[in-house]
């Protein structure tokens, strides 16, 4: 009835009735005649549906703080990095090849990064509407990095893992160092970038115009 | 003479007050609703259809805590409490309402009234 489970609906209900037996009570300790004093608590429940409507909306359980807060915008944020990179996929755009001192290359995609900064926008504005807090809103925003860089620790532990113990010294460092700066750090850092204006609260920046 | 404020005037100063309320002492709805009005000189009241939905919302932000207590009529009752969340978000409020009144009277005058 109220969008509430129905212990939560059983609770609130005991919480109005004794609400209404201590307006009775005051009532009926200031002299007033008992029906006059039930009628008088029950006047409090005049409007019924407008207290149902309220209480519907306080007490609804469809979405938790946290969730709209922090898991959705997060949500929203690898979306749209995921996204992005079918969308550079898709039109097989080529990175750009930049050769390093140490005779290696890296390839970098410069349309995928250039929409790093949004992803990171998009998750701290997202998280920013809905009430986050400022480590909220920059989680949500780095989202994406925090993923991937899970990604790459597990890949990285099964590969030492499967290397064997006395093999793990073999796993090529170098190489993971290279990724996580590439696909971790440097993405990392244009979503911050992106997220940046949405870390500071509103209300601030209005005192500040004033 | 007593003069209560309008209901949509009234209505933003709810949370203000039920978190200024219950920084000094815990306390149950019917409690919170008489004391409001007490303490403003019937300038305020919240009826059952403002208080206790702004009460759960509150509790949903965590800014108040509600737990079921027995009275000593033995009537179960349920407390309200300021969470530390709550007490760290009550000075900026209060700034904000302070900051709110001196705009208002700027605009408008009110002190003068």
Known sequence: MMGAVP???????????????????????QGVGESEAIELALKELADGRRLGRRLR???????????????????????????????????????????????AAALVYPLWLLGQPLMGALGAY???????????????????????FAAICIVALAQGLSLGRGE??????????????????????????????????????????? | MKKRIRSKIARGSAELAILALLSKQSSYGSEISKRIEEDSGGALRFDLASLYPMLYALEKRG?????????????????????????????????????????????AGVSDA
């Open chain 1, 7 to 29: 212990a939560q609906h059983m609770e609130i209900v005991a919480e109005l009735a004794s609400h209404l037996e201590d307006l009775y009570e005051n009532h009926r300790a």
């Open chain 1, 57 to 103: 909306k306080a007490k609804e359980n469809i979405m938790n703080e946290r969730t709209r807060k922090f898991w959705l915008p997060a949500l929203a944020s690898v979306t749209a990095a995921c996204f992005l990179v079918v969308v550079t996929a898709q039109l097989s755009y080529k990175p750009h090849i930049i050769l390093l001192r140490s005779h």
């Open chain 1, 126 to 148: 997202c998280s920013r509407r809905a009430g986050g807090n400022r480590l909220t809103r920059l989680t949500a925003g780095l989202f994406p990095s925090i993923v991937m």
């Open chain 1, 168 to 210: 793990f010294g073999r796993m090529d460092f170098t190489m993971l160092a290279r990724a996580l700066m590439g696909v971790i750090v440097i993405p990392s850092a244009a979503m911050l970038m992106g997220a940046m204006p949405f870390l500071r609260d509103p209300e601030t920046q209005v005192l500040v115009r004033n």
């Open chain 2, 63 to 107: 800014w108040v805590k509600g737990r079921w207590q027995a009275n000593r009529a033995g009537r179960d009752r349920r407390y309200y409490c300021l969470t530390p969340a709550g007490r760290k978000k009550l000075a900026p409020l209060r700034q904000e309402w302070n900051f709110f009144f001196k705009a208002l009277d700027r605009l």
